[in-house]
């Protein structure tokens, strides 16, 4: 597609119930990350992406997330036993391949309501 | 902790230039500049990067000083749709991987 997809675009769950977030990066985009931001707050990185490397989850809060990407392309974030503090805008972003003079592009997220 | 300083809030009147400042005291020789928006409920938009020169494209300028200890956002003629949180953001190495560090942001009203 022209931009990075995000699905869905909006999900309410009740507490403790597992999530699953997906993302669809720009066609070729090697590189794809995961950040979450609440109201309000700027962003907070979760996890990165790199063709076959072993991803950067250095971001994740808890065992509760985490993060696959599947064939190099498609991504799935995964929150199990939601929590009312996981409520959050959840984005992903891609870019051509790392490196700090590449542009991330992100999608329009995912906004996550945790009742 | 960001990297960044920049103004929590700034106004500009409409068909005016908006001249957003951005400091980085601490930026390191390879780490590039970048700015980027966002309009409420939307996802970050990309806006313009650089390294030590200055830049130029549709949407905006890029000053960056000499020492690139700070740098300013320019939005030559600002509209209604420019109100917005803009994020000044230094991108730095990690072995390959990298990280976006954000701040606050600035948020920019512009008033007709």
């Known amino acids: 597609g022209a931009g990075v997809s995000q699905s869905p675009s909006n999900k309410v769950t009740e507490k403790g119930k597992d999530v699953e977030l997906r993302c669809d990066p720009i066609?070729?985009?090697?590189?794809l990350y995961w950040y979450r931001q609440s109201l309000g707050q700027g962003l907070e990185f979760l996890i990165y992406?790199?063709?076959?490397?072993?991803?950067?989850k250095s971001g994740l809060p808890s065992d509760r997330f985490s993060a696959e990407r599947t064939g190099g392309s498609v991504s799935t974030l995964t929150i199990q036993r939601t929590q009312q503090e996981d409520s959050a805008v959840y984005l992903c972003?891609?870019?051509?391949?790392?490196?700090?003079?590449?542009?991330?592009?992100f999608g329009e997220g995912s906004w996550l309501t945790v009742v | 902790d960001a990297k960044t300083t920049q103004p929590p809030s700034m106004d500009c009147a409409e068909g005016r230039a908006a001249n957003l400042p951005c400091n980085h005291s601490?930026?390191?020789?390879?780490?590039?500049v970048y700015w980027y928006r966002q309009i409420h409920s939307q996802g970050p938009q990309y806006i313009i990067h650089?390294?030590?020169?200055?830049e130029t494209n549709e949407m905006a300028s890029l000053i960056i000083t000499e020492d690139r200890k700070s740098s300013t956002l320019i939005l030559p003629h600002a509209t209604l749709r420019d109100t917005a949180v803009y994020y000044c953001?230094?991108?730095?190495?990690?072995?390959?991987?990298?990280?976006?560090?954000w701040g606050a942001g600035t948020k920019l009203i512009i008033k007709p």
């Open positions: 953001i230094v991108r730095y190495p990690m072995d390959s991987n990298y990280q976006l560090i």
């Open positions: 601490t930026i390191s020789g390879n780490e590039y």
């Open positions: 066609s070729g985009h090697t590189a």
């Open positions: 992406f790199q063709g076959n490397s072993a991803p950067d």
């Open positions: 972003a891609s870019s051509l391949v790392p490196g700090a003079g590449n542009t991330i592009y």
């Open positions: 650089g390294l030590k020169n200055n």
